[in-house]
Nanobody, 126 residues
Framework: QVQLVESGGGLMQAGGSLRLSCTAS????????MGWFRQASGKEREFVSA????????NYADSVKGRFTISRDNAKNTVYLQMNSLKPEDTAVYYC???????????????????WGQGTQVTVSS
């Protein structure tokens, strides 16, 4: 079983920046994709960004393109989400996840992911 722990969330004014981190409990024996999802109050969970094992393939939701950047450090079992130019509509609980079934591609589908973190709250004030 893989456990994921997110950190770096908090309160930020619109236009500010935050960096989220997600660290796995141990190094995986397989090479897998990792992704970020978010869920705002009263809304369904939605895709934010994903990255494959090598980091050579990334995907972003249209709502965050040009503002968010995903990266990973496999030696540290960690994926990052750098969030710039934050907007109030970015307010949500952010979750990281592991897709064990993908080596080359970073999936946008929530159902592709096998393990999930507990979530970290991001609140952006207007």
């Amino acid at each position: 079983q893989v456990q994921l722990v997110e950190s770096g969330g908090g309160l930020m004014q619109a236009g500010g920046s935050l960096r989220l981190s997600c660290t796995a409990s141990a190094r995986s024996n397989s090479r897998y994709a990792m992704g970020w999802f978010r869920q705002a109050s009263g809304k369904e969970r939605e895709f934010v960004s994903a990255i494959n094992w090598s980091g050579g393939s990334t995907n972003y939701a249209d709502s965050v393109k040009g503002r968010f950047t995903i990266s990973r450090d496999n030696a540290k079992n960690t994926v990052y989400l750098q969030m710039n130019s934050l907007k109030p509509e970015d307010t949500a609980v952010y979750y990281c996840a592991v897709d064990l079934g993908s080596y080359y591609y970073a999936s946008l589908s929530e159902t592709a992911y096998d393990y999930w973190g507990q979530g970290t709250q991001v609140t952006v004030s207007s």
